[in-house]
Antibody, heavy 122, light 107 residues
């Protein structure tokens, strides 16, 4: 079964750090574009970061310089290292699979994890 | 960056009704648009990609249309399980952008 399972969320103080993990099954994380998307309480979806199959990365301006996306091909895992956290980073964080133009669902996030909650508060 | 404007922000309808949600891009995006359904406490679910292609397993009462800057999601013969929040998403160029969402409520 194709599946994504996130973990690592929790309560952290402003300025602190947290690392989110996303375990993939049924496919390999290095073969597609893997993303993090977040949703603040009661708000809409906000794209955060992408790790392309070739290894390059891209970030939303709101997290650039503070968050780092990475993967471990041997473990089939995706990560998001979050540093210098702010209260406005409080959200449910989803990992999601995305296909580029030549993929089976081009330009769309077809598989999502269940999400992990990050709360930044003193 | 290309922005996405979704309307209405909320709509009330009854079972059996037909509802249309609109998404507008600030620049032309060809047919690089997807639609998602999200229920409370759940992850978004892909409904439609490339503006009009129905994802596997999605009921045919859902349909999408449009190209360039203007897109629509239509739900015909609304069912109780369709009451949720719907998002459009622009594809192809980064950063990816989502619309603000449309909450579909039971009248």
């Amino acid at each position: 079964e194709v599946q994504l399972v996130e973990s690592g969320g929790g309560l952290v103080q402003p300025g602190g750090s947290l690392r989110l993990s996303c375990a993939a099954s049924g496919f390999t994380v290095y073969s597609t574009y893997m993303n993090w998307v977040r949703q603040a309480p009661g708000k809409g979806l906000e794209w955060v970061s992408v790790l392309f199959s070739a290894g390059s990365t891209f970030y939303a301006e709101s997290v650039k310089g503070r968050f780092t996306i990475s993967r471990d091909n041997s473990k089939n895992m995706l990560y998001l290292q979050m540093n210098s956290l702010r209260t406005e980073d409080t959200a449910v964080y989803y990992c999601a699979r995305y296909y580029g133009e030549s993929g089976q669902t081009p330009g769309a996030f077809d598989i999502w994890g269940q999400g992990t909650m990050v709360t930044v508060s003193s | 960056d290309i922005q996405m404007t979704q309307s209405p922000s909320s709509v009330s309808a009854s079972v059996g009704d037909r509802v249309t949600i609109t998404c507008r891009a600030s620049q032309g995006i060809s047919t690089w648009l997807a639609w998602y359904q999200q229920k409370p406490g759940k992850a978004p679910k892909l409904l439609i990609y490339t503006a009009s292609t129905l994802q596997n397993g999605v009921p045919s009462r859902f349909s999408g249309s449009g190209s360039g800057t203007d897109f629509t999601l239509t739900i015909s013969n609304l069912q109780p399980e369709d009451f949720a929040t719907y998002y459009c998403q622009r594809a192809q160029t980064w950063p990816i952008a989502f619309g603000q969402g449309t909450r579909l409520e039971i009248k």
